[in-house]
């Protein structure tokens, strides 16, 4: 049996935001929600905009942004203090987003869940080894016209719409993982 360090392990008094990856929703979290709540942990998982049960929301201005700003508006809505961000896949690069723009006693802690760990300037795209094919249909889809993605995900889905379409525009903005107080200015 393996040991784990208490210090990384999110205390029950911790609110846990978990936040999906691209073409899911708060739907992905259900079986996880089922022991933690009665272990009495706060868990609010969220639907980013324009993805699952929001995908009505989808527009072409859906962006990293978006996102970003969906995860400060449930912290603020619910009055969340010393929270864990959870990010699964694309969900690691909205956590770190929101970290880095949110105040100390807004996050304690960020898990980043089958996710790449993003640096400063990194987008899906460049920490990824399918970048290239979703530049590509990105592409298409901006040519023939669409605010929605041509692509569709290659596994089935639960209910219609439940694995959405993805924006395009996430995967190609970059995240800024420095607080804006280490920022260099503008001159």
């Known amino acids: 049996m393996r040991d784990f360090d208490e210090r990384y392990i999110p205390m029950t008094d911790?609110?846990?935001?978990l936040i999906p990856g691209a073409q899911h929703g708060a739907w992905c979290w259900r079986k996880m929600l089922r022991p933690l709540r009665p272990l009495g942990y706060e868990a609010h998982p969220i639907t980013l905009t324009g993805l699952s049960e929001?995908?009505?929301?989808?527009?072409?201005?859906?962006?990293?942004?978006?996102?970003?700003?969906?995860v400060f508006r449930l912290i603020e809505a619910e009055e969340l203090i010393g929270v864990t961000l959870v990010g699964h896949s694309?969900?690691?690069?909205?956590?770190?987003?929101?970290?880095?723009?949110?105040?100390h006693p807004a996050v304690r802690r960020l898990v980043y869940l089958d996710s790449p760990i993003p640096l400063d300037g990194d987008s899906i795209m460049t920490m990824t080894p399918f970048g290239e094919q979703l530049r590509r249909c990105a592409r298409r889809s901006?040519?023939?016209?669409?605010?929605r993605p041509v692509t569709r995900p290659p596994w089935g889905s639960i209910s219609p719409w439940a694995v959405s379409p993805r924006p395009h525009a996430p995967p190609m903005e970059p995240v800024s993982t420095a607080r804006p107080s280490a920022r260099p200015r503008a001159p």
Request: aromatic letters at 2%; a negative charge; zero cysteines.
């Open 90 to 103: 694309y969900g690691g690069l909205v956590a770190a987003g929101a970290t880095a723009r949110l105040r």
């Open 14 to 17: 911790t609110p846990l935001v």
């Open 54 to 70: 929001r995908s009505h929301l989808l527009t072409a201005d859906v962006d990293l942004n978006t996102h970003i700003t969906d």
């Open 142 to 147: 901006t040519e023939s016209g669409s605010s």
